[in-house]
Nanobody
């Protein structure tokens, strides 16, 4: 299984910006999909953004125009640049990977999450 570790969360005022990082480690052959999800207390985990190995991206309607997902393949790292943050963006943010290990096995991996809190 590929391991994912998120970082970059914190407290920010509404209208501010924050960048999250998620580094993948392990014996990795390829990573086809890297996603960001988020979950607020009492809510379902919801999709935020996706980037594929081919560089295609898509976003949840709630973040389109404000968030940007990118990846650095040399570092096996995915980023989420968040601008114009709103209090409703407050959640634990998780990265997700659909990856193939060097052993040849495919798996879905989740990071441990990083807290983002946006104050009004």
């Amino acid at each position: 299984q590929v391991q994912l570790v998120e970082s970059g969360g914190g407290l920010v005022q509404a209208g501010g910006s924050l960048t999250l990082s998620c580094a993948a480690s392990g014996s990795i052959f390829s990573i086809n999909v890297l996603d960001w999800y988020r979950q607020a207390p009492g809510n379902q985990r919801e999709f935020v953004a996706r980037i594929t190995s081919g560089g295609s991206t898509n976003y949840a309607d709630s973040v389109t125009g404000r968030f940007t997902i990118s990846r650095d393949n040399s570092k096996n790292t995915v980023y989420l640049q968040m601008n114009s943050l709103k209090p409703e963006d407050t959640a634990v943010y998780y990265c997700y990977a659909l990856a193939r290990a060097a052993s040849g096995s495919w798996g879905q991996s989740w990071g441990q999450g990083t807290q983002v809190t946006v104050s009004p």
